[in-house]
């Protein structure tokens, strides 16, 4: 055999375990290719029901968001109620209870500034002591109503 013969040869086996080992590699290729072609598909096949239950979740949230909408919306409208009914019932009341006030204070004033003279002073000599007690209280309740007015005007200034 000749020089340019075994270099033939040499060549010959290289190329051969050359193509043995391509056709190696592209059998494990082709298997990872299938492997990873089944587990797309189950991942895809898990997917669309999970995306599925997500949107239907997702309606659920909306519809609960809608119904807390309502929700505070009645609680807006309850409050406002309150609040209207508040100021009318401190309207109402309030002027009452003020001249109450004013009133119970006079009693006390008066009641007060007896006790302390120790006798009623006695300006009319048959005036019993129940009608001096009146007078008083009626004098406690006009001084308490003018100041009252000077009271309210300050407030509406205000």
């Known amino acids: 055999m000749s020089g340019g013969e075994v270099a033939g040869l040499v060549v010959a086996v290289f190329w051969a375990v050359l193509v043995t080992l391509l056709a190696v590699v592209l059998v494990r290729l082709a298997a990872a290719l299938r492997e990873a072609t089944a587990l797309v598909a189950a991942v ?59 009133f119970s204070y006079g009693v006390r004033s008066a009641v007060a500034k007896q006790r302390s003279a120790g006798q009623p002073e006695r300006h009319i000599p048959h005036q019993t002591e129940r009608e001096l007690i009146a007078r008083m209280v009626r004098a406690e309740v006009r001084s308490a109503t003018a100041r009252r007015g000077v009271f309210a005007r300050l407030l509406k200034k205000g």
Do not use: C, W, Y
């Open 44 to 102: 895809a096949d898990r997917t669309v029901p999970l995306l599925d239950e997500a949107a239907e979740t997702l309606r659920a949230a909306n519809d609960q968001l809608a119904r807390v909408d309502e929700i505070t919306a009645n609680v807006q409208d309850a409050a406002a109620n309150a609040n209207a009914l508040s100021s009318t019932v401190a309207a109402t009341l309030g002027g009452p209870l003020v001249k109450l006030s004013a």
